[in-house]
Structure formats: C-alpha cells, structure tokens
C-alpha cells in the first residue's frame, strides 16, 4: 500500500458508536468492522467489547481465552492458475479458503520497489490471495517475494504462556469455526475458564494465558500478566470471576 493519508485511515475517517442484539451472539456472516469497540457498564460495572473472528478449529465456548491466530508466511509462486499483480498474490495450497479475509499482507523480501508494503485481504481461495482494490500495492508482487499474512482480529484458543500482546480476550458466545462474534477485554467477567493446572485462587492473585483459559499465578512476567482474579477460591477453580485488562496490549516483550 502506498503510504498516504488517505490510505491511514480506509475510508473510516470518524470514531463511530455500535450497538448490537447481544454480545452473546456469534455470526457465520461479518455484521461490521472487525475490531470494533463496544462499551458498556451493566450489573458487573464498565466493561469493553472488541468484534473479531474465531479461526478455532471445532469452534470455541463461552467463557474461553482466546489468542491471536499463528502468523501465515510463504513465499510467492507461479502455478498454472498464478495471478500475481498489485492486487493479488499466489502460493500454491498455502491458505484455507476463506481464513485470510480481514488480515494484513505485508511484502517481506523483494524482487522490486515494494519491501513493507502492506494490503488488505478481501478474499482468499487455496493458493490465491485479493487485496482491497482501493489500496493497492505500488507495484506488482513477483515470484520469490516473501510475504506475511497478519491476523489483527483473528483468534483461536489461548496457549500457556501467550504474551499479553496477543491474548485477544474472553469468549462472549459461543462461536463455530470462521464465526465473528465479541470478546470481553477489559473489566470484571464472572465465569471465566480457569486451567486446572494452576494454583488455587487467592484473593488479589495475577492471570495469564492458559490452555484456552486464564492461568492463576504461574511464572510469567509482567508483559504476559492479563489482569488478576478478586476473589479466592477454596479449590483449584473450573470458572471463577476474572478481571480481565487487554484493551492497551502496547507494552515490551523482551
């Protein structure tokens, strides 16, 4: 993508409110942007909502951690049905049919004047991808150029130890493969999944990401750190009311 302003800002140009049926609600079709925000303060006090889309294989449940999707990288190629131009890229079986709709592409290695350069995936078969028409790259993509396909808004089941910076929050419906739906990422949620592998809850204590659940405690440094649990638990919890804060993520890794 040519980098102006105009470019910046993807014909948005306003920060606009959202309402919605119910936050429960998982949708096979996308209902707005993802990434939205919705804010709202209910029984639980303030809390705040993002739109993304679940690429869980099997679907996930209410109440789950979810974390940002694997990075998909590869290296452009030129099969039989090839189309490699400012809107398209080609790399043959790298990609399921669908999943890379709403990631970034960025060109990694270059054969031209391109290196960096970002674009928006509208639609993806098997081995093709379609860039957003309205933002093209400033010069066609090559075989050999290297790519990477980054899911801003793309989230499956959380991974023990996932830092902060990809956690992508608590699971509000009850969502199938591909679905869009909501995330909880900051404020009080009262039934998140806990892993059994942890510790007992006490009071005050730290989470962090789990196998698709908030970890108590653990070893994990402050960047991994997703928010902490206010009350104590008597045994090690299945679900327990979790604090969660990821709405920031900007912090250090290493």
């Keep these: 993508m040519a980098l102006r302003t105009v470019d910046g800002l993807l014909n948005l140009g306003s920060l606009l ?12 079709t996308q209902q707005t942007n993802l990434g939205v925000l919705s804010f709202l303060t209910d029984a639980f006090g303030p809390r705040i909502f993002r739109y993304v889309r679940f690429l869980q294989t099997g679907g996930m449940a209410r109440g789950e951690l979810c974390d940002r999707v694997a990075m998909v990288t590869g ?7 090839a189309v490699n131009d400012t809107t398209h890229a080609t790399d043959a079986a790298n990609f399921t049919a669908g999943n890379e709709v709403g990631k970034v592409f960025q060109v990694n290695v270059i054969t031209g004047a391109k290196e960096g350069q970002t674009a928006l995936i509208v639609s993806n078969t098997i081995d093709i991808l379609t860039f957003d028409s309205r933002y093209p790259l400033s010069a066609a993509i090559a075989v050999g150029d290297t790519y ?5 808004a793309h989230y499956d089941d959380a991974a023990a130890t996932t830092n902060r910076i990809n956690v992508g929050g608590i699971v509000m419906g009850d969502p199938a493969l591909g679905d869009y739906g909501w995330v909880q990422i900051y404020g009080f949620n009262p039934a ?3 892993d059994v592998t942890g510790a007992a809850i006490t009071a005050g204590m ?3 990401a789990g196998a698709a659940s908030v970890l108590p405690g653990g070893l994990e440094t402050v960047e ?6 206010p009350m104590a638990t008597t045994t090690t919890a299945v679900q327990a009311g979790f604090v969660i804060d990821v709405f920031g993520q900007a ?4």
């Design 75 to 81: 290296t452009v190629d030129g099969p039989t049905n």
């Design 148 to 152: 990477s396909d980054w899911g801003q």
């Design 251 to 254: 912090q250090p890794v290493a």
């Design 17 to 28: 409110s959202i309402g919605q049926k119910s936050l429960l609600d998982s949708h096979a």
């Design 192 to 194: 998140v999944f806990v």
């Design 206 to 208: 730290k989470g962090v």
């Design 224 to 229: 991994d750190y997703i928010g902490w649990f």
